[in-house]
C-alpha cells in the first residue's frame, strides 16, 4: 500500500455538530461517528490495498393520514454503508447498514473475498493522489425540522382534517421531516461529511363522491418554510372546483402549465429519465442507442462539433442552472453514490459545482463525472448533474397569462411521465388533480383528465408567457439515501400543447 | 470494454483453494443451521451484531421484550418484527459485485385506534425497549383525533418456522463457485460466436429472515429466499439490430427458488441453441411492418396477461386504495365503493375468474404466515366476472364486515399484511395472484386460429397505469428481448409490428376476454422487491417497481396467466402527438 500523507489532500468540510447539544440520543451517524467507522474499518482490513466506505446515515419522522384522521406515523432510523475494498486495482464492495464492529469486520471480509475474484490493475491507486476535489459547503441543517415531534405533526394533521372536513371533503397526505448525514472517508485519511436535514408536505383533497380531486404540496430543507394550512387551502378549493367535470376533446391547446406540472414535465430534462440528455459521459458511451437532442454524432472529450454547445436549442427567456450554495435551492455539495459510473475510487463520487446548464437558450455547458474529466479533459474536477435546478421566469402571473387567453387549459400537475423518445425528448403522461377549460380570458369549467404527448423542447421553444418562478414539490426519498434535488421554476403558457387522450381517472 | 477486462479476470488458483479450504472447515464445525442464523458460508452473515449474530431465541426475546414493553405503556396491540436481508449480485459487467445484509428491528403499537410505528437498524435489549415507547408515544399522540376502531380480535396467534423450500441453498453455494458457472456459460456463447452482454446479464440471490412476535401471542420466524437472474446473448458485430440481435436465457427470471433454479434451466443447452433463433427473429424484425391505427382483437400469451392482471386488476382489488388510504402515494382505484360494489360489480367477462394466494410454489409473495401472522387462504377476488372481495389485512377485513355477514362469511383478514422489511411499517400488499385457466384444453394456437384480423402479444408489459387503474398502455417490454407484437391474418402469425401500443381502458379489457386458455398456455410474471441494484436501484424510474405507501415500500408478488383472447381494443401509435 502506498502511504501517503493525508494532510497535504485533505479538504474536508468544517467540523460541524450535526446533532444539537439538547437531544438526549443521537439519532443519525455524526462526523465522529463516521471517522470512528473508517478508522475500523482500516483496522480491520486485510490483505493490503486500502478501504473506502461511503456513509448515508438517516432519521426520518413522518405521518400519514387519509379520510381525515391520522393512519400512522413513525420514526424510523436507517444507514448505509458501502465497503469498499481496493486491492491493487481490484475492487469488491459490501453494504450494510449495521455499525457494530463485527460488522464491519464481516464486510471488510466479504468485500475482500469479491475482490479476490477480479483483476489487479496496477496504478489504479494513482488517482488517490490527486487532491480532493474543492466542494461548498452550504448551510442545510435545520433545528425546526430535526425537533418536530410526532406531537407537532399531529396537530398540524388536525388543522388540516379539520379544514376538508368542514366542506365534507376527504383530505390524505404526508408529512416527512427527516435528518440525514452522510460521508465519504478512506484509509488514506481523506474525507468528507455533510449533515442536512429535508422536510416534506402534500395533500390530496377528494370529495367523497371522487367526482373531484385537488393536490398541493412543498419540500424544503427548514420546515419553517412550509405553510401546510396554505398548501391545504390549495388543495381543497382545487378538489371543490374540479368537481363533475366535463369532456373536451384531445387535440393541441394553449396550455398554461402551473410552475408543479412544468417541473413535472420539463424537470424531466434535468432530474428524471431524461436527465442523462445533459450527460456528455452516457451519450458519448452510445453507439448503438439514440444520442441525447444536445448531441450531434459520437465523439469525445474536446472533440468539436460534436454536441449543441453553443447553440440556441430554446427559447432564449429561459436560463436553467444550479448552485449547491443558491439561499433558494440549497443542495448537498456531493452525493455519496456513482450512479453506475467509473468507481475504481470512492473519491469519483460527484461533487456539484455552481454551472448553468442553459444560458439564455444557449446550451452552454454538458454534465461529466470526475472519471470522465481525469481520463479525457485532464482536469481534476468534474461537472456532474445534482437534479436540482432553476429556471428563470418572467413577470406574468398565472391569473394575467388566463386573462389573455381565448381558449386554453389550465393545468394543475402531471402524473406518471415517461420518455418516449430520447432523441426528441418525446414523453406521455396525465393531468391530475384539476385540469380546467379556460374561455374568453376566464376560467369555465372544470375538464376531465387527459394524457399528454409532448416533447420537452417544442414546450420549451413554443413559450406563449412565463410567470414568476417558485420552489416546487420534488422530494426526495430519504431513506434510500437519495440526495434532495430542489426545483424552481415558472409557470409557463404554451402554444399548441398536445393531449391525446381521454382519461377517466379522477 | 471494460467488460471484457472485468469478465477475462486471471483465475487465482490460491484464493479458490484458500475459500474452499476454509468452506470445508466451517462445514465441519456447522452441525446444525437453525433458523435465523446462517453457519454455512461465513460471508454471507455479518456475524454478531446485537441482531445479526443472535439466534432465533435470542430474536424472539428482542420482539418479546419490545411488544412487553409496548404493553407497558399502554398499547392495546403491538407487533415487533425482525428482519435480516442478505442479497449477493454478481454481474458481468464492471466490477460492481455486490453482497448486501441490512438487519431491522420494527415495532407497532395501536392505541385506540391508531397506529404508531418505530424502527431501527439495530438494537439491544434496552434499545428494543425505546423503541416500543416510541411507538405508543405516537400511537397515543394520533388517538388525540376522532374516535375509531380497530378490532384486535382479528390478529390470531400462531406459533412455528417456515422456510421457503429450497433444494440447494444459494448461500451455501461459494462465491466462486457461482462465478465458474457464470464463466461457464460464457465460453458456451463465446462458442457459439455469441457474447453475454455485460450491461444487463447478472444473477442475484436474496434471503430474507423474518421474525413476528405479537401482543396475541404469535411468535413466528420465516426465511424467504428468491433467486433469479438475466442472461443476454447478443450476437457480435451489426449492433444496430439492436434487442433483435439478441436472447434473452429462459427459465430464471426471479423465483422463490434456490440455486437449482440456475441447474434446471439447463442455460448451456438454451444457449447453444440460441445462433438460429435470434437469426429468426433478426430476419422477423427486418420483415416487419408499422402500425395502422384501429381496433382489433388480441391474443396476448399467459406472460402479457399475467403482466395485465397485476397491473391493473391486482392494484384494483386493493381495499386501501379503494377507500382513498393511497388517495396522496399511489392512488385509488376505480372500485371506489367497495360494499355496493361487492358482490354485484361486472368487472370482467363471464370466462374470468380470478383468484389470489400466498401458497403457490416459487411464487414471490408466498409465506406460511403474513406480518400479521395470518395464515393467508386462497380466495376468489373475481368469479365468472363479479368482483368477490379484496385484498386486506386485519384491520382491514373489518371494514368489509356488512358484506361478509350478509353472506354468511367469516370476518376474517386475507392474509396481505406486509412490509419490504422491519424498517418498513406494515401494510396491506399484493399477494400472488391467478388468472383461472379453461378447463379444457385450449393452445394459443387454437386462439389465434379464431381471429381473422388482430394482433398477438409476446411477453407484453402494461405501462403508464392511470392512478384509478382506468387505463393504461399494452405494449412489448424493451428489456424482454422474446417480447413484440404481431399481427394475425386469417388464424395465423404476421408480421412483426414496431411502434404500436394498445390504450386499454381497464374495464372495457376485461370485459372484452371472450377466450382464456386453457393450463398449457399459463405463464408466471413476477415482481421482486429487490431490483437490480439493491437499494440504489430502486431510484431509477426503469425498475417499475408497483411500490405503496408514504415513504413507498415495495414488497414482492408472482402472478399466474393463462393466455386469453381479447375482442375490440384499440392500437394507437404512441409516438403521435395531436
Redesign the interface.
Known sequence: MTFFPAQLSYSRTPRRLTAPAHVDRPRFLSEADCHDIAERLARFSTGGGYTAVSIVSTWVGNVRWARNHINTSGEVRDNTINVLRNIRGAIGTAVINDTTGTALVAAARRAERLAQLQPEKPNSDLVTRLPLEPAAAPSLFSDATYQMDAGQREAVVSTLTQQAAAVGMLSAGYIEVAAVGMGVLDSFGRARYFTYTQAQCSMTVRDSQGTGSGWAGLDWYDWNKIDATHLSQIALDKCLKSRNPVTVEPGRYTTILEPQAVCDLVGQLIYGSGGDAIDRTVNESRNNTPRGPFFKRAGVGDAPDYSKLGDRVMDERITMSADPMDPEIGFPPFSVHNYGGYDEDQFVIPVYHPVTWIDHGVLTHLAYDRGYALAYLTQNTGLPNSGAFRMTGGETSVAEMIKTTKRGLLVTRLDRVIILDRTSQLYRGYTRDGLWLIENGAISKPVKNMAFTESILFVLNNIEQLGPPQRVFNPCVALEAQIPQPVIVPPLKIRDFSFTALVDAV | MKWI??V???W?RR?WLT?NAVAVLVGRYATRAPLLRTTVD??A?????????VGDDDWAALARRAVDAAGQAGADYADARLTRTIQHRYPYG???????????I?VRALVKG?????????GDLTEVE?LAQ?AV??AK??A???P?TVDITQFPRVVGTWSTPVRIDPFAVS??EK?TFMRYWEECARRVKLYIDPMVSHIEFTRQDRMLVTSTGTQCAQRCYESGGKIVCRAPGD??Q?LQGSLDVAGIETAGRGWELFLDANIPDQIRAMPDEIQAGVALQKAGSAVTIGRYPLVCDGATMAALLGATLGIATQLDRS???????G??S?L?DPLSMLGTFNIASPSVTVTANRTASAQLATVKWDDEGVAPPEYTLIKDGILQDFQTTCEQAAWLAPYYSKHGRDIHSNGCAAAEDA???TLQHMPNLALVSNPSSVHIEDLVSNVKNGIMVEHGMA?????????GLLTSNPFDTRSRLREIKNGRLGRVLAGGAI?F?TLEFWRHVIAVGGAETQAVFSTSQYPWG???G??F??AMLPVK????QATSHSVQAAAATIINQPL?N?????
Do not use: C
Not at chain 2, 464492471?94 to 431491522?104: A, F, I, N, R, Y
Not at chain 2, 377507500?323 to 402515494?329: I, K, T, V
Not at chain 2, 405507501?549 to 413507498?552: Q, T
Open positions: 477486462a472485468g477475462n479476470a486471471p487465482s484464493a475459500q461465513p460471508t452473515s455479518s456475524g454478531a451484531s446485537p441482531l445479526a449474530d464492471d466490477p460492481l459485485q455486490q453482497e448486501t445484509e441490512t438487519v431491522g420494527g391508531y397506529w404508531g410505528f418505530a424502527a431501527s437498524p439495530s425505546q416510541h408515544t405516537q399522540t394520533n388525540r383525533g376522532t375509531r462465491v466462486e462465478v449492433m444496430s439492436g377507500l382513498g388510504y393511497e388517495a396522496n402515494a392512488g385509488t376505480f371506489n424498517l418498513n411499517i405501462f403508464q397505469v392511470d392512478s384509478q387503474v382506468r387505463s390504450l381502458d439493491g437499494r440504489w430502486k431510484q424510474p426503469l405507501g408514504e415513504p413507498p394507437i404512441v409516438l403521435r402527438k395531436a
